[in-house]
């Protein structure tokens, strides 16, 4: 697609270069969008940043090891959400009362709604998760809470290791890091990052994929039809639990978002405000130099000096933790000094659903993190010079430019239908994302 001269006709038809996606232009905003669109691309235009259907799986990112199949999506869906899967607790009383879904629920876009994820031994749940509690009743070291905010697992098949480090991923981005798996043998089985986060992460927060768990909770059946290849002795495992709950991930898409139906022709689905909030975005604002593509994230990790849980005062206890390991990020794991203080890029998909923004969660507006970036005066001072982006303190936004673009992100990449990717209920009867008391009164389901 050529550059275009800003007229003032009402409508032209403009298709992008690589497929036959035609944007009928009403205004020289969307003009002035597609053009900047075309540059942030790469000539590749509107068709570069559409997010597939969710059951497209041929143009979803996925692992060879690991193929999509409806059977496996409609297993993992099941086990994500499921609270019965909470089968090892440290408390035996805390026993089927949590799930993945815990600290990933769709209410908070596939976040957990909280600055601190809390799995065993957390409390309630109020709308979307913001009135989640550590049970103050039970042994500090018996709770299960995290150091570092809970990403999203929205539009993750779009980035190939897992975690705010990218510790979790046996290939592509993580080739060369072997010396750093001493802790994550998982790696070694190939797998890319969601299939190993959802194989490490049963241990970690204490979950019970098992035959006894098929067995008792009546999940033969599906993990008959989602692994008829592998050994009946061999199939019901923590493993293909994994595989069938990574399957599903892959599949959460935020492609009915404003800015989604945007892309594809629907020129009405943005106001002026959006538009040249996207404009900013996609120019100006450089954003577009790590938050790209469908998702808009890279594979990259960038320092932004954003602070952790201990620069302030309102954050959980932390227990276990490293946190110098923690606040290193991708260093913390791979001992490069280069990579210190510098974490994966997040999608940028249905922010304003989970409220806490930034690693450490130290920001609560998505207006405060783009004049922050804007600003650029970093939070955390341990953070050297030369790690810091070079977008940080360096583009320059006027106050309108960035009010503009904090309604694009939090409108225009919202996409409010995520419950689709939910459960009417689960096998076990439980309450689900929680099946604590104070947890299914707040859910209705007593």
């Known amino acids: 697609m050529k550059k275009l001269t800003f007229i003032a006709a009402i409508t032209l038809l403009i298709s992008s270069c690589t497929k036959d996606d035609y944007i009928p232009i009403t205004s020289n905003l969307d003009a002035e969008l597609l053009s900047v669109l075309d540059d942030a691309s790469n000539g590749e235009g509107t068709s570069f940043f559409i997010l597939p259907e969710s059951d497209d799986y041929a143009n979803i990112p996925q ?9 496996k999506v409609a297993l993992g869906k099941l086990l994500l959400h499921e609270t ?65 905010k809970s990403p999203t697992i929205l539009n993750v098949a779009y980035q190939d290791v897992m975690l705010w ?47 006894e768990f098929v067995n008792t909770f009546g999940y033969k059946e599906l993990f008959d039809a989602a692994f008829p290849d592998i050994p009946e002795s061999e199939r019901y495992t923590k493993n293909n639990g994994a595989l069938a709950m990574a399957a599903y991930e892959r599949t959460l898409l935020a492609n009915r978002s404003p800015w989604q139906d945007w892309l594809k022709g ?31 994230n890279d594979k990259g990790f960038h320092a932004y000096g954003m602070g952790d849980f201990e620069n302030t005062s309102d954050a959980l206890l932390l227990f276990n933790a490293n946190m110098d390991k923690v606040k290193r990020g991708r260093g913390g794991f791979t001992n490069n000094s280069d990579d210190d203080f510098k974490f994966k890029t997040p999608t940028l998909y249905n922010l304003v659903d989970n409220g806490f923004y930034g690693h450490g969660g130290t920001f ?71 099946n604590d008391d104070t947890s299914r009164e707040d859910l209705g389901c007593d």
């Open 84 to 148: 019965a899967t909470g089968g090892v607790p440290k408390m035996e009383e805390m026993k089927g009362t949590y799930s993945c879904a815990s600290c990933h629920q769709a209410a908070a876009g596939f976040g957990a709604g909280i600055r601190q994820g809390i799995g065993e031994c957390g409390i309630g749940f109020g709308i979307r998760g913001e009135e989640r509690i550590v049970n103050t009743s039970v042994p500090v070291d018996s709770i299960d809470v995290q150091p570092i």
């Open 266 to 296: 629907n020129t009405n689905a943005l106001n002026e405000e959006e538009k040249k909030g996207a404009i900013a975005f996609f120019g100006k604002g450089k954003c577009y130099e790590c938050h790209t593509g469908p998702a808009l």
């Open 364 to 434: 609560t507006s998505i207006k405060e993190v783009i004049s922050y970036k804007n600003n650029g005066i970093p939070q955390n001072t341990e953070v050297p010079t030369e790690n810091l982006a070079s977008q940080f303190g360096t583009i320059d936004l006027t106050e309108e430019e960035i009010n503009n673009m904090a309604v694009f992100i939090t409108n225009s990449l919202r996409d409010p239908e995520l419950n689709r990717y939910v459960p009417e209920t689960i096998i076990s009867g439980n309450c689900f994302p929680n």
């Open 63 to 71: 692992d060879p090891l690991n193929p999509i199949t409806p059977e």
């Open 165 to 211: 480090n990218g510790q979790f991923g046996g290939t592509g981005t993580n080739a060369g890091t072997e010396a750093s798996w001493t802790e994550i043998q998982e790696n070694f089985l190939g797998f890319q990052g969601i299939e190993v986060q959802a194989i490490k992460g049963q241990k970690v927060h204490r979950l019970q994929i098992d035959d």
